[in-house]
């Protein structure tokens, strides 16, 4: 018996102002950001989902006042640029850019199924970040951001198929390209045997892994968790949880680079010195880009290197492996003194899609003064590390193109 993805009743955008509505997730942007790519749009999602942004500017962002206001936007929103669609239905999601094209099915997941370790995850979460997500939900009584899952398509290829025959004979409802570059469709399943097709093909997957959202995830659970204090049927719109589910063969991790404000004391020479003991060194006249695993690039006082692990980690040791961990154990750690990268300062990371001369520009600017480049962690190291029940060290992926919130939304 594999997973279960049930049809809802969006909320959706009106065709023609789903470009206005969806915006990206509330976590990638800070409340200034937010409010400038709000500007001039009112129905931008971003009022929904970072509501201070229409509060004064020195309002607390985890204020009462700002979860009121959120629950009163998405009213507003409803009734002004949304429709609710009359019966249960899949959603199939694409997503074109970056040089890639992925499309996934939305629907909602079972909470009890996460709970029984059917749907994995890989990271820690923080838990000032689940409550301010929890009262976020709360308050608007639903889940506003998808959970961006994803399924080993070598074990079912059933669900992509009967994806690609849906969007092959149908027109898209919503068809349109972000700022970005990114294009984003979507197709309303309102069919019940395709529905039932869909449900039937998922119940051959056996399981399902967080790629990205793993505090909306946990926000879902903690939510179905307290509604259930007082009973409830197990069959309640509180129990499932939005998400878009996409197969793995049409997803890339992007690489998630690192950058330290000093070389702990050391000076050039000494710094390069002490890498020797566990990396191979060799100067680079381009920038490094790592084209496999155990070779990570390092830019310095204006000079590129290319660094290569000396007795790399077996590949069974589905943590130590990851290059991240390589570079934090062998080099972070012992070298430069950042023990902790979740706590310590002195460390920023740096999502690839910005590219390496994002890392040159922090460098020679003078706020930084090493950056390192890494070989971006791959499907099949994700899958090894949530299957093995173990979490992966911070910011160890980046995922591109960026589902985009508001496009659907899941009332309980």
């Given amino acids: 018996m594999g997973v279960t993805v049930r ?12 470009d206005k509505v969806a915006a990206l997730p509330y976590d990638v942007m800070n409340t200034e950001e937010a ?18 942004i229409d509060l004064p500017p020195d309002t607390d962002p985890y204020a009462p006042e700002v979860y009121q206001k959120a629950a009163e936007n998405l009213k507003k929103l409803t009734a002004d640029a949304m ?21 996934g099915l939305a629907a909602c997941v079972s909470v009890d199924e996460y709970n029984r370790g059917l749907i994995k995850r890989h990271e820690f979460t923080r838990p000032d ?16 951001g998808p959970i961006f899952l994803a399924y080993r398509n070598d074990a079912c290829a059933e669900p992509a198929e009967i994806m690609a025959a849906w969007v092959a004979k149908h027109a898209a409802t919503y068809d349109f390209t972000a700022d970005d570059g990114v294009r984003h469709q979507m197709w309303v399943v309102d069919d019940t045997s395709t529905q039932n097709a869909l449900a039937g093909a998922f119940k051959k997957v056996p399981k399902l892994y967080i790629a990205d959202g793993h505090h909306r995830n946990a926000t879902a659970v903690k939510v179905a968790r307290k509604l259930n204090e007082n009973g409830g049927s197990p069959d309640a719109e509180h129990n499932f949880y939005l998400a878009v589910i996409f197969p793995d063969s049409e997803l890339a991790i992007l690489d998630y680079n690192r950058v330290v404000r000093d070389l ?25 880009k790592p084209d496999r695993k155990h070779v990570t690039g390092m830019y310095v006082s204006g000079q590129w290197f290319k660094l290569t692990a000396k007795n790399p980690p077996a590949s069974s040791d589905e943590i130590g492996s990851l290059d991240c961990s390589v570079l934090q154990d062998r080099l972070l750690s012992p070298v430069l003194g950042i023990a902790d990268p979740r706590a310590d300062k002195r460390i ?9 001369s994002e890392l040159e520009k922090r460098v020679n600017s003078g706020e930084m003064a090493v950056a390192f480049s890494l070989h971006p962690t791959t499907m099949a190291e994700l899958f090894a590390v949530a299957d093995a029940d173990q979490i992966m060290p911070p910011k ?9 919130s508001g496009l659907l939304v899941h009332e309980f």
């Fill in 83 to 103: 429709l609710r669609d009359a019966q249960p239905n899949f959603y199939i999601y694409r997503l074109t850019g970056y040089g890639q094209e992925q499309t």
């Fill in 129 to 144: 970040k689940e409550q301010d997500r929890i009262n976020h939900v709360m308050a608007t009584k639903a889940h506003t």
């Fill in 264 to 288: 702990n004391g050391l000076s050039l020479s000494e710094f390069l010195k002490a890498l020797e003991t566990d990396w191979g060194v060799e100067k680079s006249a381009a920038a490094v």
């Fill in 35 to 52: 409010r400038e790519m709000a500007a001039g749009n009112a129905f931008s999602f971003l009022r929904t989902d970072k509501a201070e």
């Fill in 396 to 404: 160890s992926t980046w995922f591109e193109p960026k589902l985009r």
């Fill in 348 to 356: 920023d990371f740096v999502g690839g899609i910005r590219g390496l």
């Fill in 7 to 18: 049809p809802f009743r969006a909320v959706r955008p009106k065709p023609e102002l789903a």
